[in-house]
């Protein structure tokens, strides 16, 4: 394989486990394998606390996966040490959920888009800074002004100019508006859409929210209790997903207008897309992690864990039914 056929990013055989409160062992990657193209957007939806958010961290390198690998433009990060690896970490940035919090109140918007070409020692600052906020659709004085006096969207096109800043290889946006309200996620999304026709980005996108996903991937990666449970091309998935745990949320979107919006009022994330609790994540049921919420549910999904399996060129699913 070429340097130009590689994967922009490989993730193997992904796992992370944490202690919680009482020493038990969480499982919050559980074998995770994932790549993205050059260019490629893939989303990653599930419902909180399946692990996306700790697969957007280790792959930026704030977390250290228990096992596995990560490996991007070809280079495994833990090999790298001093120089090579702040190198590499300069590649892959990270869109937060929330634009409050990931800015800081005391700094101007100029310095805090520019602070990553500081870092870097990357030259010409305060003219790339202009030409960033305008990319955003944010007005040229901006640079001037402090996060506090802009709104919610308004921030977090601050948030992506500053991802933006050091042309990444990849991006991490890891709920990027699931904190705004739905007039504006469509803004944002849109922006996130337009920004990688022009600039070609290479992205995960995390959300909870499938229709969200759905507007800027190429493909869709559906995450179960630590697991990625179906992996396809987002039309794809849409059409025929093979999954019942993507079939149980598909069949919850599209919501009406009214109950989205409740549901981000009470903070909500998805509603139990079946029946059944969601396990215990420190004392995983044998088998398939989806078996007691499962409606297609059989002997054979009780005692063995499914294989994430081609089902068709390009799709995967991990389940004996599908
Ligand atoms: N630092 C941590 N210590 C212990 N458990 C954690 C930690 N971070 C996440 N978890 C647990 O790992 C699981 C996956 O969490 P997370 O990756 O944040 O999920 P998501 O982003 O999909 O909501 C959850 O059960 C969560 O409680
Ligand atoms: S393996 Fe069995 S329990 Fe799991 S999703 Fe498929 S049919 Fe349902
Ligand atoms: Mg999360």
Redo the contacts with the bound molecule.
Sequence with gaps: MTETDAPLLEVRNLVKH???GSGAT?R?LDDVSLTVRRGEVVGIV??????????GRAVMRLIEPTSGQIRLQGVDFAALSGRALKAARRQVQMIFQDPFGSLNPRHTVGTIVGEPLVVHGVPGGRARVAELLDLVGLPADAAARYPHEFSGGQRQRIAIARALALDPALIIADEPVSALDVSIQSQIINLIVALRARLGLSMIF?SHDLSVVRHVSDRVGV?YF?KLVELAPADRLFADPRHPYTRALLASVPRPVKEVVASKRAGGGLAAPTHGEVPD?TDPPPGCAFHLRCPLAVDRCREAVPPLADVAPGHAAACWRA
């Design positions: 944490y202690r919680d969480l919050a599930g419902e909180s606390g399946c692990g996306k958010t700790t697969l995390i995450m630590g994540p």
